[in-house]
């Protein structure tokens, strides 16, 4: 069976600080990998998405930026940390065939900025 | 491109009492439709969706939601609530691989 995981599970950053979660995956080969933020009372936002290894599409700007170094890893990093970061960031995949693209997330990390 | 409109940001109601959580899609070509709770900081999971087939979708938990294409809606129901059953509620539309989520509804049971 499939299994996602994101670590740390709750993150406390000073602002102007870098930052960097990890998710993997457990349990298959050449997933699509995403990320979303959810800030405070708000809905999820889809930050980035991977198709492979290398390839990251945005589909924000703003200061965060995304990596997939190997198949089943996806890295969410910042230079300099702004207080509108702070937030629920959700990491998850979905397999590559079938159109319906069902994804499976997360556990997620809180990250707050002070 | 596709859209996802949940009609209530939150809904209140008592323990054992029915409940309905609505959804209305938008989409140019055949869609697949999902609903996930969201526990307090939790990850989303998966309560049901509708591919294809019967438009009466049975999920975990005691939900079940009716695909409806006229009325371009994908409605969550449950008889009877728990207060376990408190969570954000998401409805989301996936075509062609693209995959968008609604703003989400509160569920809040109270005794």
């Known amino acids: 069976s499939q299994t996602i995981h994101q670590w740390p599970a709750t993150l406390v950053q000073p602002v102007g600080s870098p930052l960097s979660l990890e998710c993997t995956v457990e349990?298959?080969?050449?997933?699509?990998l995403y990320w979303y933020r959810q800030a405070a009372g708000r809905g999820l936002q889809l930050l980035f998405y991977?198709?492979?290894?290398?390839?990251i599409s945005s589909e924000v700007p703003q200061n965060l930026s995304a990596s997939r170094p190997q198949d089943r890893q996806f890295i969410l990093s910042s230079k300099k940390l702004l207080l509108s970061d702070s937030g629920f960031y959700l990491c998850?995949?979905?397999?590559?065939?079938?159109?319906?693209?069902?994804?499976?997330f997360g556990p997620g990390t809180r990250l707050t900025v002070l | 491109a596709q859209s996802v409109t949940q009609l209530d940001s939150q809904v209140p109601v008592f323990e054992e009492a029915p409940v309905e959580l609505r959804c209305n899609y938008s989409?140019?070509?055949?869609?697949?439709l999902f609903w996930y709770v969201q526990y307090p900081n939790q990850g989303l999971q998966l309560l049901l969706k509708?591919?294809?087939?019967?438009?009466l979708v049975k999920g975990i938990n005691g939900f079940e939601a009716e695909f409806n294409k006229s009325q371009t809606s994908f409605h969550l129901r449950k008889p009877s609530v728990h207060i376990s059953d408190t969570a954000e509620y998401f409805c989301?539309?996936?075509?062609?691989?693209?995959?968008?989520f609604g703003a989400g509804t509160r569920l809040t049971v109270k005794p």
């Open positions: 998850a995949w979905s397999w590559t065939s079938g159109s319906y693209n069902e994804q499976f």
């Open positions: 349990g298959t080969s050449n997933p699509n």
């Open positions: 991977s198709v492979g290894i290398g390839q």
């Open positions: 989409s140019s070509v055949s869609v697949y």
């Open positions: 509708y591919l294809s087939g019967s438009t």
């Open positions: 989301a539309v996936s075509d062609q691989g693209d995959m968008r």
